[in-house]
Structure formats: structure tokens, C-alpha cells
């Protein structure tokens, strides 16, 4: 079992940055996969961004690509999401979710944030 709780969201001008951080509780952190998605009125959950088990490798959507970047600090048990160089169409509710391996699928994830809100608009 592993309980995740994401902060670090708020309200940002286009072409700002913000870090988004996910807290995770238990032993066995570095046994999962973890990763970002975010979610818009409406919309579907989306796959942000991803980090293996070791953190040696990052996966990120076509859509943020060279403006986010996701680490993780097994020592802390937290993952981190850097924002830069955001946009309106970024605006959404942000989550953290843990998986027993890497993947871009919401269903592979078993354990769930309750979601941090981005807004960006001017």
C-alpha cells in the first residue's frame, strides 16, 4: 500500500513555472514506477510524464516535452514536477500515481493523489 498526497499547485501567468511536489507514505517507495497525469474539465486523464523505479529514466508527453521535467527522491519518498514555460492549455488538476511498472496507461496505476489544481492565465 502506498498513500500519495500532491501540493505545490496554484494560479500562474502564460510563461511562468511552478514545481508540483507528491509526498508518499511507506517503506517500499522505490518499488514503483511513478507517475504524473492531469486531468481538464471535461477531458480525459492524461499521461504526463513518467520516471522508472531507479529514476534513470523519464518519459513525457509530446505536449510537454523540454518545458517539464519529473524527478524522484527515494531518500524523501517524493517525485517532483517541474514546470516551465506554461501555457493555458496546461491548465488542469494534477496527480501523482504509483505503478509495479513503467507505463503511460492510467489503469497500470494502482495507487492515486488526490490532485493538486494548475491554472495558467493572464
Known amino acids: 500500500q502506498v498513500q500519495l498526497v500532491e501540493s505545490g499547485g496554484g494560479l500562474v501567468q502564460p510563461g511562468g513555472s511552478l514545481r508540483l511536489s507528491c509526498a508518499a507514505s511507506g517503506r517500499t517507495f522505490s518499488s514503483y514506477a511513478l507517475g504524473w497525469f492531469r486531468q481538464a474539465p471535461g477531458k480525459d486523464r492524461e499521461f504526463v510524464a513518467g520516471i522508472s523505479m531507479s529514476g534513470t529514466n523519464t518519459y513525457y508527453a509530446d505536449s510537454v516535452k523540454g518545458r517539464f521535467t519529473i524527478s524522484r527522491d527515494n531518500a524523501k519518498n517524493t517525485v517532483d514536477l517541474k514546470m516551465k514555460s506554461l501555457k493555458p492549455e496546461d491548465t488542469a488538476v494534477y496527480f501523482c500515481?504509483?505503478?509495479?511498472?513503467?507505463?503511460?496507461?492510467?489503469?497500470?496505476?494502482?495507487?492515486w493523489g488526490q490532485g493538486t489544481q494548475v491554472t495558467v492565465s493572464s
Open positions: 500515481a504509483a505503478s509495479d511498472h513503467t507505463t503511460v496507461l492510467a489503469t497500470a496505476y494502482d495507487y
